[in-house]
């Protein structure tokens, strides 16, 4: 062992590393897939009230929620002027809106008159204006006020003191974040490298395919943690993929893991007991067929040709043709991997083609112990084409199964998977007289900066309630 690898958090799986691989690909990867970032941030335990208390929680609902940046819609959703959208997270709710042709607006979703909640629904609706079913006090859909029953009896009202109360609303990549603090800092101010990361990979030019969300038995934190780290796949998944996934730090705000699927380092799983992953190492024409799911159409790897190659060069062909966009130049890692970018709080960007979903979870109202999670499919427009109508999101219930979705074909069981822990995790908190979780220094590196980063936020915004 080198100096180096003494150090804790600079050791790596044996075996090929993700950059070996994006290196020997036939169609090389844009510059940041072959960055690789880490940093070593400690290893104390993460205490499980994090995750369980309701102290905790309250806290983050007053000063992480109201003050962070977070995408409540794609614009998609907004294309005419009243298209509304309702996001709620727990105990708030805000409306978007497209109040002109070229303005996009929020709006805290509640009366200033004495409060009524305005619109009662959540997600995509339309509005030519906002009306309070309770007196009928009347907004236009710029948030000033359309009428008041009875005006002679408001002399004290105004747009000044009665306007709908605004909430910052900034695009990035085809999505609309929300910010609740008037005092926040401009989104890009947290979206650390992805704005120049995602010029690769303009996600503004796709649509959503797909959209379901689901309830998950878990607080809002350890469902998200079911899809940081790619060390879960062995056990929970009984995958052999994963072991060299790479995992990078770019900032307080973004993390990052790049996972080779329908490929893996042998190597890289030899100290995990047991038969289940002693195979031969495969063939390349092996590891071609145990990428047949990914629909490349393809059966044979030529000479001077890899399995990567030919399964990227056959999603190629096929998901051109059905996208109607020329995907000759996209890198064999974009068309074949996992690759995946946090952004903190809640937030997670996929860049890839065939693996291109977009996560968030957030708390189920005020309940500690449950989260909703939003999956959605992202797939590339053609170019020039106008977005389509967005689907109806499928809404799954606690108990239900994402095979329930048809359209998630192989995606389904494994999501299933994923989630399927979940409520053992929660309970297990509990019971354990271990005060608290234990991370691997590297392969769950993106978890601690998550906590580090939820720390250092709440801390600075009580630290300025508290100069006020
Ligand atoms: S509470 Fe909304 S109009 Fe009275
Ligand atoms: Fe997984």
Known sequence: MTDQQDQPGATRSPGATIADTLRSDAVPPPQPLLEARNEYMGDSDIPFARYTDQAFFDREMNSLWPRCWQWAC???????????????????????????????????????????????????????????????????????????????????????????????????GGFVFINMDPEAAPLH????????????????????????????????????????????????????????????????????????????????????????????????????????????????VGPGETARSVAAAGLREQLGTKFGIDLSEVSDSIMLDSIEYHLFPNMFFFPGINVPMVYRFRPNGMDVDSSLFDFVILEPLSEGATHPEPPEPHILDVEQSYTEVEELGWLGPVYDEDTGNLALQTQGFKTSRKQGLTLGNYQESRIRRVHLTLDKFMDEREQGASNE
């Open 189 to 300: 101010d947290f979206l650390d490298v992805l704005p120049d990361h995602f010029q690769h990979f303009p996600l503004d030019q796709r649509r959503i395919r797909l959209h379901v969300q689901k309830t998950l038995p878990a607080n809002w934190k350890a469902a998200q943690e079911a899809f940081i780290e790619a060390y879960h796949n062995f056990e929970t998944h009984n995958s052999p993929n994963g072991g060299n996934a790479q995992y990078d730090i770019f900032g307080d705000f973004v993390t990052r893991f790049i996972h080779n699927l329908g490929n893996y380092s042998p190597e890289s799983l030899v100290d995990y007991p047991g038969e289940k992953f002693r195979e031969p190492v495969m063939t390349e024409d092996e590891l071609l067929r145990s990428m047949t799911f990914f629909g490349h159409g393809k059966s044979e």
């Open 74 to 172: 794609r614009e998609e959703h907004l294309q005419d002027v009243g298209d509304t959208y309702v996001y709620d997270v727990g105990r708030y709710s805000v409306i978007v809106v497209r109040s002109s042709p070229d303005e996009i607006k929020a709006f805290l979703n509640t009366c200033t008159h004495r409060g009524t909640r305005l619109l009662g629904y959540q997600g995509g609706g339309y509005s030519g204006g906002f009306r309070c079913p309770f007196h009928g006090w009347s907004w236009q859909l710029d948030g000033c006020i359309d009428n008041i029953p009875g005006r002679w009896d408001f002399p004290h009202v105004s747009d000044e003191t009665h306007g709908l109360q605004p909430v910052q609303c900034e695009l990035w």
